[in-house]
């Protein structure tokens, strides 16, 4: 049982540029956290570092109270799985499942048994005498799991172990680690680029950005209440929008660019904007399905909509601000024509223009 | 028609080249007396193995009259070492190189690879030096020393290249499974590289059985490998030339790296072809 604290942790890399700086976190154990960022943001530098594969140029990782940035991965107890799978090719299923446990001494009666039980548990017992190439991507990512659940690790590593697969398989496997994570309460550190995974699987997200921890906290909280403009606009599909405007009134009001009548907050969140910013200018933030179509006092002139069955995306242009807007299927939305559109102001978010932060707490 | 005249072709290049085994081949078979009758393109009237015998056991190799044996045998312990040795090295060298990457890999891979570009000729007296101040010069193990140290910038080459193509990730997981350096390179590194080791031994073989100039420097009389002796026996000006024995002698030499390319051609094909392994 273990939690994971990364604590100050840097990476440089020779060429100069920094991979990852000052990221700390403390992972609970039996957690599943999630990694989340575009490429080139750290994660998998990060997720390296805790495998031992990369070796941090500044700060800690503890496991327990145990440091191990010093061991060589052999010696950490996790497992990882990757993006490719990395099997032995020259090997069986089976001498794949028991190779970690060969090289930790397990005697051959016992690496035997573990390895069926496995498979019976990933469904590839068929498979056993198989080699990597004859299996499928799904079946060789659940080898991979094998391979990494055997040992019976601490920690689990998982380096975006769906993006290979089709849609379909991504689904399903999606489905089954989220089931074996509940199984077996193994702290799972995952890597993924693909919010929905984020979003679907974990206990908690921490988002990076250009090497630095932007957010961290469960998929609710990212998703509500997200800490600053990239976050907003990393997390959710259609990307939040993001109108210029500010706040009017007492304090209690927000003028959006382009609008006519300013939207009044509800009495909590104008009493925490009061305090922190007298008239200035904001960047607001509206998810599509906070700004509704058909209703309200506000106009918005339609260009585009992408019927999508059960609803449709509307593409709106807002005093010449363009916004992505969900609305009902059923709605009968012309392209080119001027449509009624209002704001749910309990739920839109307000960021400082130059830094990009959350203003309201 | 093209086909036809691309058989033709390919039917030409290879008498060219066949042509003169058939002179060596039939040649080593005849008496002398039909070899100074003339006729180079006869089959042998009365073929006998008496040259190759002689080739083998009693013809004069400079002054000693003991046969190529001794040296076809010295040969065989110069290039069995040299050969393992130097692909050995040259596997590990490409799989530190491309999978342990460390400050100044990149330059010492730059510095190995000069080593492929000098000419054999320009080292020849600083390695009779360093063979002599090792206590090696005119041994066999002084032999294999320098083919090893060029050979092995050649196979480092190879197998860094090969290793470019096998993906890090399985190397990885071979760490976290709990392999070290040796353990990964012998568990799963060197499984996959069997292309490469065959295509590797075979060019080290051959390079190394048909060297001549290092052979005749830095060895003895006694520790001559079967090149030189070759030269010797066909050199020896003692009475009129044995043509047939000369010929025999050539074939014996040559023999081990043709017998070498029949059995292990269609795996060096495969292996200079081997693209990358999936992951």
């Given amino acids: 049982m273990a939690t994971v604290?990364?604590?100050?942790?840097?990476?440089?890399?020779?060429?100069?540029?920094?991979?990852?700086?000052?990221?700390?976190?403390?992972?609970?154990?039996?957690?599943?956290?999630t990694l989340l960022g575009p490429s080139g943001c750290g994660k998998t530098t990060t997720l390296r570092m805790i495998a031992g594969l990369e070796t941090p140029t500044g700060g800690a990782i503890r496991f327990g109270d145990r440091r191990v940035d010093d061991l060589a991965p052999g010696q950490r107890n996790i497992a990882m799985v990757f993006q490719s799978y990395a099997l032995y090719p020259h090997m069986t299923v089976r001498q794949n499942l028991e190779y970690p446990l060969k090289k930790h001494g397990v005697p051959r009666e016992e690496r035997r048994r573990r390895a069926d039980e496995l498979a019976l548990m990933l469904q590839i017992?068929?498979?056993?005498?198989?080699?990597?190439?004859?299996?499928?991507?799904?079946?060789?990512?659940?080898?991979?799991?094998?391979?990494?659940?055997?040992?019976d690790p601490e920690v689990f590593l998982l380096d975006e172990p769906l993006s290979n697969l089709d849609a379909t398989l991504r689904a399903q496997l999606r489905a089954e680690l989220i089931q074996l994570h509940q199984?077996?309460?193994?702290?799972?550190?995952?890597?993924?680029?693909?919010?929905?995974?984020?979003?679907t699987m974990s206990t908690r997200i921490a988002v990076l950005h250009q090497g630095r921890l932007q957010q961290v906290g469960t998929p609710d909280e990212v998703y509500r209440r997200p800490a600053n403009r990239f976050v907003a606009s990393f997390v959710g599909t259609p990307a939040m929008n993001f109108l210029t405007g500010e706040i009017a009134g007492e304090g209690d009001r927000i003028a959006i660019a382009g609008v006519t009548t300013p939207v009044s907050l509800p009495p909590e969140r104008a009493a925490a904007l009061r305090e922190l910013s007298p008239a200035r200018d904001v960047i607001v933030g509206l998810r599509p399905e906070d700004i509704l179509v058909g209703t309200g006092e506000a106009s918005a002139t339609i260009k585009l909509v992408e019927p999508l069955g059960h609803e449709a995306l509307v593409y709106l242009d807002i005093g010449g601000q363009s916004v992505i807007s969900r609305a009902s299927s059923e709605m009968s939305l012309r392209a080119k024509e001027s449509t009624a559109i209002d704001f749910r102001a309990a739920r839109l978010h307000l960021f400082d223009p130059a830094s990009g932060r959350r203003l309201d707490c | 028609m093209t086909r036809v005249a691309l058989y033709a072709a390919l039917l030409g290049a290879a008498l060219l080249f066949l042509i003169p085994l058939y002179v060596v081949g039939t040649a080593s078979l005849k008496p002398l007396e039909e070899i100074r009758a003339g006729g180079l393109f006869s089959l042998p009237v009365a073929p006998t193995f008496a040259a190759w015998a002689k080739a083998w056991g009693s013809a004069c190799v400079g002054a000693?009259?003991?046969?190529?044996?001794?040296?076809?045998?010295?040969?065989?312990?110069?290039?069995l070492p040299a050969v393992a040795i130097s692909v050995a090295v040259g596997a590990i060298n490409g799989y530190a190189l491309t999978k342990w990457w460390f400050r100044g890999s990149e330059f010492l891979f730059g510095a190995l690879v000069v080593g492929c570009l000098i000419p054999f000729q320009v080292i020849l007296i600083p390695a009779a030096r360093t063979l002599a101040t090792l206590g090696l010069f005119g041994s066999l193990s002084g032999l294999v020393l320098i083919h090893v140290a060029y050979g092995v910038p050649v196979t480092t080459l190879l197998f860094r290249n090969f290793y470019l193509t096998v993906p890090d990730p399985i190397l990885q997981a071979a760490r976290l499974d709990g392999a070290g350096f040796f353990a990964a390179f012998f568990h799963v590194i060197l499984p996959l590289s069997l292309p490469m080791l065959a295509v590797a031994s075979i060019l080290q073989f051959t390079g190394i059985w048909n060297d001549f100039l290092f052979g005749v420097v830095f060895t003895g009389p006694e520790s001559a490998p079967v090149t030189v002796a070759l030269n010797n026996l066909a050199g020896a000006t003692l009475g009129a030339k044995e043509w047939n024995v000369n010929m025999a002698a050539a074939l014996i030499a040559a023999l081990p790296t043709l017998v070498v390319y029949f059995v292990s051609g269609r795996w060096?094909?495969?292996?200079?072809?081997?693209g990358a392994i999936k992951a």
């Fill in chain 1, 183 to 199: 199984r077996i309460g193994k702290t799972m550190v995952y890597v993924t680029h693909d919010q929905f995974e984020a979003m």
């Fill in chain 1, 125 to 151: 017992g068929p498979l056993l005498d198989r080699r990597p190439k004859q299996l499928s991507g799904g079946q060789q990512q659940r080898v991979a799991l094998g391979r990494a659940l055997i040992r």
């Fill in chain 2, 64 to 79: 000693n009259c003991v046969g190529l044996k001794g040296y076809f045998l010295n040969s065989w312990l110069m290039a």
């Fill in chain 2, 268 to 274: 060096f094909l495969r292996g200079l072809t081997a």
């Fill in chain 1, 5 to 33: 604290t990364l604590d100050h942790l840097r990476k440089d890399f020779p060429d100069g540029t920094v991979a990852v700086e000052d990221f700390s976190l403390l992972i609970e154990d039996g957690e599943f956290l």
